[in-house]
Nanobody, 122 residues
Framework: VQLQASGGGLVQAGGSLRLSCAASGGTFSSNGMGWFRQAPGKEREFVAAVSWSGSITYYADSVKGRFTISRSNAQNAAYLQMNSLQPEDTAVYYC????????????????WGQGTLVTVSS
């Protein structure tokens, strides 16, 4: 599965962005999907994951209540709605696919997207 992330940009603190991840070239609907991020000088970290059906989601504690992950198997896409953004959310965001939401949460990723930059100004 090839992944293409988009939707990043510059936003002020307290603002919102919606990231999209378009999938192609594989069986998207049977896979777990997720988002990770990597801030400058830091390691890549898990953000959110969703099961193949969309019914099960996992979030990092740092984004719970602010970010929402979703997917559309009909459109071969996954989304990350980010609200109440803070400067510490500044990072390159990557979408990823794995066998399930739990395995994606654990970092067992089969494919990575190319990343989209989110910059939150204070």
């Amino acid at each position: 599965v090839q992944l293409q992330a988009s939707g990043g940009g510059l936003v002020q603190a307290g603002g919102s962005l919606r990231l999209s991840c378009a999938a192609s070239g594989g069986t998207f609907s049977s896979n777990g999907m997720g988002w990770f991020r990597q801030a400058p000088g830091k390691e890549r970290e898990f953000v959110a994951a969703v099961s193949w059906s969309g019914s099960i989601t996992y979030y990092a504690d740092s984004v719970k209540g602010r970010f929402t992950i979703s997917r559309s198997n009909a459109q071969n896409a996954a989304y990350l709605q980010m609200n109440s953004l803070q400067p510490e959310d500044t990072a390159v965001y990557y979408c990823a696919v794995g066998s399930g939401a739990r395995t994606v949460e654990g970092g067992e990723v089969r494919s990575w997207g190319q990343g989209t930059l989110v910059t939150v100004s204070s």
